[in-house]
């Protein structure tokens, strides 16, 4: 399985979200952020806008959820189409039941940590979950810095994954870049968020390419 590009929309024209989209056709999936203003202090989209994106976007959708109760609202994600569905270990109250539910209703779930909560006692959850998401900035804001702190757990989820011999993939989220992305794949993620990097660019394809070249070196 060799690594993927997920562009963020969080960092795209909303009031061209659909020219946005088409300019990702060459990525592997597109990841959407939705936030709540309680999980983090950052309001974007919702259910009603995720359901156009999935019917007019050309690469399957990566919902991000940044939201509380998760337990309730993240089921209508899946139900929507998308692709995956991330819901953070710090706002699930049943983890386990909840990722049972999003591969019951056709999407793969995946678990997302902030910068400070360990892996360690998530490592048992792997055989339920498709993804680990392991934040690299804080949650909530596009166009922040990368967080070198962060490298140690993604190397430890990288061990654990392997160990477990299960097919888990290891998303990186947050400050995503030319200048970062070696380092992360060095450390064992697999599939890479970038917002600002790829909107930020004047050849949008270009930098997709890029980012998929040093990721995969
Ligand atoms: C931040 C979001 C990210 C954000 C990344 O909370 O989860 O997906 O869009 O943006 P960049 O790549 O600009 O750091
Ligand atoms: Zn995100």
Same mark, same amino acid.
Request: glycine fraction near 8%; charged fraction near 20%; hydrophobic fraction near 50%.
């Given at each position: 399985?060799?690594?993927?590009?997920?562009?963020?929309?969080?960092?795209?024209?909303?009031t061209?979200?659909?020219?946005?989209?088409e300019?990702?056709?060459?990525?592997?999936?597109?990841?959407?952020?939705?936030m709540?203003?309680?999980?983090?202090?950052?309001?974007?989209?919702?259910?009603?806008?995720?359901?156009?994106?999935?019917?007019?976007c050309?690469?399957?959708?990566?919902?991000?959820?940044?939201?509380?109760?998760?337990?309730?609202?993240?089921?209508a994600?899946?139900?929507?189409?998308? #692709?995956?569905?991330?819901?953070? /270990?710090? &706002?699930? +109250? $049943?983890?386990?039941?909840?990722?049972? *539910?999003? %591969?019951?209703?056709?999407?793969?779930a995946?678990?997302?940590?902030?910068?400070?909560?360990?892996?360690?006692?998530?490592?048992?959850?792997?055989?339920?979950?498709?993804?680990?998401?392991?934040?690299?900035?804080?949650?909530?804001?596009?166009?922040?810095?990368f967080?070198? #702190?962060?490298?140690?757990?993604? /190397?430890? &989820?990288? +061990? $654990?994954?392997?160990?477990?011999?299960? *097919?888990? %993939?290891?998303?990186?989220?947050?400050?995503?870049?030319?200048?970062?992305?070696?380092?992360?794949?060095?450390?064992?993620?697999?599939?890479?968020?970038?917002?600002?990097?790829?909107?930020?660019?004047?050849?949008?394809?270009?930098?997709?390419?890029?980012?998929?070249?040093?990721?995969?070196?």
């Amino acid at each position: 399985m060799g690594i993927a590009i997920h562009p963020s929309i969080l960092s795209a024209d909303f009031t061209n979200l659909q020219r946005d989209l088409e300019a990702i056709s060459t990525a592997d999936a597109a990841h959407v952020d939705v936030m709540d203003n309680h999980f983090v202090p950052n309001l974007t989209l919702g259910l009603p806008i995720v359901e156009r994106i999935v019917e007019v976007c050309p690469v399957p959708v990566d919902a991000h959820l940044m939201i509380a109760d998760p337990d309730r609202w993240a089921p209508a994600y899946a139900e929507a189409g998308a #692709a995956s569905v991330t819901f953070h /270990a710090e &706002a699930a +109250a $049943a983890p386990v039941r909840l990722a049972r *539910e999003l %591969r019951r209703l056709g999407a793969r779930a995946a678990l997302a940590l902030r910068p400070a909560t360990p892996i360690e006692p998530f490592v048992d959850l792997l055989p339920e979950l498709d993804m680990i998401l392991v934040m690299t900035v804080e949650p909530g804001f596009g166009g922040q810095s990368f967080i070198d #702190a962060t490298l140690g757990k993604i /190397a430890r &989820a990288r +061990a $654990a994954i392997d160990a477990s011999g299960l *097919e888990v %993939r290891l998303q990186i989220d947050g400050g995503v870049s030319r200048s970062t992305i070696e380092r992360a794949a060095e450390a064992g993620a697999d599939v890479f968020v970038a917002g600002s990097a790829v909107y930020g660019a004047d050849d949008i394809a270009g930098e997709i390419a890029a980012l998929r070249a040093l990721g995969a070196a």
